[in-house]
């Protein structure tokens, strides 16, 4: 069977996904970036190459999103390496062709995307503060001692709205602990909390935007009950969470590629589950060429210097 | 004198001038991270990105000796207008000798015009200053020109690479360039490298342009914005910035009444959206959007240092002009702490997206085998 891989790197987490003909999601993992995105892309590939071994996959595409596309894009031959907006909203036009606004909250970055007629007509992402994403949510959970993962259901449990000041991270924190001495439940605060985020995402980067239904919610967060139900609040209106919200991107980009071969009518360029077993170390220097003192980064593979970046002058990345 | 001046844009010019006034002439750096870091840490903290960057220049011409700094003022209600005191200032403060000399509009004052100029000459006949003015003034124009039509070929270049390498060469011959005579020749030579340079360029249909606007400083000078011209044409993209050295002296010097200059027809464009010009250049910035956008290109990218009044108006206003013309402006905020991941994500989603708009989306041959090729293509994204 024909499969199309999508790899989006994030911060937080790596998605490794495969689709067949008719986008089916038949392989997903989710690992922990830890800072290391060549070892998590390398064990996401590693189980899929198990699943491939045993179902008869044949890759034919593969595409790479997210931070450090360019660098995973040469580890794995990437036939599309696309920015992180378009790979969203290229999925989710394909499953909801009418949708006017995507939501897209992950670990450490967040973005509002408003598409007509299937094209993406504008675009914000987040660029100062981490308010409005997931990270948020984790710090203040930990705060409270409440797991994540039930931090939505207890939201739903609120009886009463207490307004947390969540401008910043910092602020919200001071807030919710004045807050708690005045007596309000756990599961009040933590309405409090979701209230907030959606209100910094919204007037964070849906300033000077018309927001128009159907609305479509997805990354990470989306998983919080909590956030949805303050999303729907604040919006008025119902919000659709895709059924594989969480890995949006990485099926996004595994289409693109999948129309880029199709149209191309050329092989793929993936090299192969073998490209796991390949020694490919990114090293950095900085450069003592000139004041600027860049960081150059390079790509050593089996040895072998294969690029380098980083540079203002060029002087390093024109020289593989 | 040891005179130095700004690095914006290409100087090529500047130097010229006050070479042929007899002066010494202490080259300003291209901005570098030490630049940025030295000017930060010397200048208040919320004053804008421009004012720090020349702060830095500043200081690391004073290190090398520089006894006089040629600037440009600014008019209107924002904080150019105390660039040159306050650099001054912090200068005197650290322990520099220097001089500011800062020139305004010819118009608004002539006196201190000419009294600024009487400063600069260096006992140079005034006929003769008319004539190196002339020469100079003639020089930056030509540069201008060839730059402009770089950032449009070099979208399509065939070696990344080649024309940052002949532009280099075109800015040495100018550099050796005395006379108009000479200079003759020296245009012939670089429009002649300019060509030579191998490009493919793809049908009328599938090229993109984009236009970009801004406070001046940051959309003239790379080294603040992160190069965005080069990550544009990058993404094979032209580019047409509306800033160039020759547009400003020809919008300061020749009045309006005689002028052909686009940036008055910016003017009018700009005055549908706004009543007043608030500092800056916001109304000819409001204007380019639309000029952009009836000349047919696909988007306009609008740069603004952190904390600009007036292009925080000018982004005010933009979601009107998209609506009315249609065209997708990305408006980005520059300042030191910009992170390049993100500049660069947000650059190719535009693209994208203006792209899809125009419907120059299909994949192209060149495309698909630049993918097979990514290791070339590596432009430093991470
Ligand atoms: S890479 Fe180039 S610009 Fe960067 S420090 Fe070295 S010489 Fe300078
Ligand atoms: S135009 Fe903007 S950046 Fe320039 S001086 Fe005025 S406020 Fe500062």
Redesign the interface.
């Given at each position: 069977m024909r499969v199309y891989l999508g790899i989006d790197i994030g911060s937080v987490s790596t998605n490794v996904i495969a689709i067949d003909e008719n986008t089916n999601v038949v392989f997903a993992r989710y690992i922990r970036t830890n800072g290391q995105p060549i070892n998590s892309v390398k064990q996401g590939l590693r189980e899929l190459s198990v699943q491939a071994l045993s179902d008869g996959y044949e890759v034919s595409a593969v595409g790479v999103t997210g931070s450090g596309r360019q660098m995973i894009g040469l580890m794995v031959g990437a036939d599309v390496v696309k920015n992180e907006i378009t790979a969203h909203a290229a999925a989710t036009v394909h499953f909801y062709p009418d949708v006017q606004t995507i939501f897209e909250i992950g670990g450490q970055d967040s973005k509002i995307i408003i598409v007509k007629d299937k094209i993406v007509t504008d675009f914000s992402m987040n660029t100062v503060c981490a308010a409005g994403t997931g990270s948020f949510l984790d710090h203040q959970a930990e705060r409270l001692n409440i797991p994540i993962e039930q931090f939505g259901d207890l939201a739903l449990t609120a009886e009463n709205t207490v307004r947390i000041a969540g401008r910043c991270t910092v602020f919200a924190e001071s807030d919710m602990i004045a807050k708690q001495q005045y007596g309000y439940s756990k599961a009040e605060i933590i309405k409090g909390l979701c209230d907030a985020l959606v209100r910094n995402y919204l007037n964070n980067l849906g300033r000077g935007k018309v927001l128009q239904p159907p609305f479509v919610f997805q990354g990470g967060v989306a998983a919080n009950k909590g956030i949805i139900r303050a999303f729907e609040e604040q919006v008025g209106h119902e919000i659709i969470i895709p059924k594989y919200f969480g890995v949006m991107g990485a099926i996004g980009v595994a289409l693109s590629a999948k129309s880029q071969v199709e149209a191309s009518g050329q092989p793929t360029n993936f090299k192969g589950f073998d490209c796991i077993e390949l020694d490919f170390v990114p090293k950095s220097f900085e450069c003592s060429g000139c004041s600027n003192a860049c960081e150059v980064i390079k790509v050593i593979i089996n040895g072998e210097v294969a690029a380098m970046w980083g540079d203002k002058c060029g002087k390093w990345s024109s020289s593989v | 004198m040891k005179v130095s001046f700004p690095y914006m844009g290409c100087v090529t010019g500047f130097k010229k001038l006050f070479e042929l006034l007899g002066h010494e002439v202490i080259m300003p750096?291209k901005p570098?991270?030490?630049?940025i870091d030295l000017g930060v840490l010397n200048s208040p903290e919320f004053i804008c990105y421009p004012f720090k960057i020349m702060m830095g220049t500043y200081i690391e011409a004073c290190e090398k000796g520089a006894e006089l700094i040629v600037s440009s003022g600014g008019s209107g209600p924002c904080r150019a207008g105390i660039y040159g005191d306050v650099h001054k200032k912090i200068l005197h403060e650290l322990g520099y000798d220097v001089e500011i000399v800062i020139f305004d509009s010819l118009f608004e004052n002539f006196g201190a015009f000419m009294n600024q100029v009487f400063k600069i000459k260096n006992k140079t006949p005034t006929l003769k200053v008319m004539k190196y003015a002339y020469l100079v003034f003639k020089m930056i124009n030509q540069m201008d020109g060839i730059e402009k039509e770089l950032k449009h070929l070099r979208a399509y270049e065939v070696n990344?690479?080649d024309f940052?390498k002949c532009f280099d060469k075109i800015k040495e011959l100018y550099d050796k360039t005395y006379t108009l005579k000479q200079m003759k020749k020296t245009y012939a030579k670089a429009l002649e490298m300019l060509h030579a340079v191998p490009v493919n360029i793809p049908p009328e249909n599938k090229r993109v342009r984009i236009g970009i606007v801004g406070e001046i400083y940051v959309i003239m000078e790379s080294?603040t914005n992160m190069?965005i011209e080069k990550r544009l044409n990058a993404l094979g993209v032209e580019v047409e910035n509306i800033q160039y050295i020759s547009d400003w002296v020809k919008h300061h010097i020749i009045p309006r009444r005689f002028s052909k200059e686009e940036s008055w027809k910016m003017f009018d464009k700009g005055y549908q959206y706004k009543s007043c010009n608030c500092g800056g250049h916001d109304m000819e910035n409001t204007g380019a959007i639309v000029h952009f956008s009836q000349k047919g290109y696909d988007g306009v990218v609008h740069l603004m240092p952190f904390g600009c009044l007036p292009e925080l108006i000018t982004r005010?206003i933009?979601?009107q002009i998209?609506e009315d013309y249609g065209i997708?402006v990305l408006s980005m905020s520059m300042d030191e702490q910009q992170?390049e991941?993100?500049i660069?994500?947000?650059l190719?989603?535009?693209i994208?997206?203006c792209k899809?708009?125009s419907n120059k989306q299909?994949?192209s041959?060149a495309e698909?085998a630049n993918?097979?090729e990514?290791?070339k293509?590596?432009?430093?994204?991470?």
């Open positions: - | 750096e570098t991270q030490r630049t990344k690479g940052d080294s190069d005010s933009i979601p998209t997708p992170g991941a993100n660069q994500t947000r190719e989603a535009f994208d997206l899809n708009r299909q994949i041959p698909a993918s097979k990514l290791k293509e590596f432009a430093g994204i991470m």
